[in-house]
């Protein structure tokens, strides 16, 4: 026996499938594995077969055609092929985010594709039907250019190479954007971009602060639900850093701020929460500043903070890192607007920023 693969497009109407693998059957042919793709001309179905040794690709394609099947491709296999094909996509996903830099090779690897290139020039919105060449957008600008002799790239195989690229992408951005902050008393933090698994480090900081924080962060609210902090760290539009205490010479790390950002249109809505601990430290403006460029990369015209009057320390920090428009009052509670252009055109005179340098780094 010997393992073949065989594609072919077949309609998409009820019992054309069972006439295809019927047809298989009828010379020996045993279908292992299947995968569908949908596309404008019909169902693609994907078949990994085991068919008898005297069988050539011919009588592969002749056997798909009398099944009904049409656009047929065959080609010999390796036992490889018989790796779930989910289990093998997660595999290829873990492997990314430990080593970004295998993108080219793990795209070869999921498409069998010949070549993987990087261009200057953007990709292609959605790919064309039958194409032998995929662009992929790649999120950081330019385009990764795909070549298969054959197949044909699929649109299922498009959504799927995609997928990979933005996680490599946001994977690097993530590390990219993490940083060790040196305070002015030489105190050390890493600051980061949350992630859902930060959950119970980011409730446990919540229960080490004090009442009177928890109620200037949420505005007299009662305290955030699991699934409220959850939605918190991974915002739809925005991002949530976290400052981080110890994980050096075996401390264990610990979670001691939360600064969060979230679009609301053209402005986004930035909260802090310190651990008392670390505040009046430096801190808050540290994390303010950082919302403030992450604000601007993405296009915001202003920031909006709403606080109590007697949440002096959040007020200090809008005032550091803009020029705050006049506040609006309603009873106790404040909004400041900083509009972004003026935090652009800020003196350099003002206050300096933290020294930071990248994690990881002397």
Known sequence: MALWRIRATVD???????????????????????????????????????????????????????????????????????????????????????????????????????????????????????????????????????????????????????????????????????????????????????????????????????AQSRRHRYLGAADPTPERLRQLLEPTRGITLLAVAGGVDGTPERVVAMANLVAEGVVGAVSLLVEEDWQRRGLGGALARRLVAYAGRSGHAALVAHAYADNLGLLRVLHRVGRPEPVDSDGDLMTVTVPLAAVTDQDPSGPAPMRCRAAGTA
């Open 12 to 210: 998409d109407r009820p019992g054309y499938l069972a006439v295809l693998t019927a047809s298989l059957a009828l010379r020996g042919v045993n279908i292992l594995t299947v995968q569908v793709h949908t596309t404008e001309a019909g169902a693609l179905d994907d078949f990994l077969v085991d068919a008898p040794e005297r069988l050539t690709a011919a009588d592969l394609v002749t056997a798909v055609e009398r099944g009904r099947g049409r656009d047929c491709w065959v080609a010999r296999s390796e036992a490889r092929g018989l790796v779930d094909q989910p289990t093998r996509a997660l595999g290829l996903a873990s492997r990314l985010v430990r080593d970004p830099d295998a993108l080219g090779e793990v795209l070869r690897t999921l498409l069998g594709a010949d070549t993987v290139t990087w261009r200057p020039a953007p990709g292609q919105d959605r790919p064309r039907a039958g194409a032998e060449t995929m662009r992929l957008a790649d999120p950081a600008g330019g385009s990764y250019e795909v070549l298969r002799a054959a197949p044909a790239f699929t649109p299922a195989e498009y959504a799927r190479a995609q997928a990979l690229v933005d996680l490599a992408a946001n994977v690097e951005r993530r590390a990219a954007e993490q940083v060790t902050l040196v305070l002015p008393d030489g105190a050390e933090l890493t600051v980061r971009p949350a992630t859902g698994d930060d959950l119970p480090a980011v409730a446990a900081m919540h229960a080490r602060c004090s």
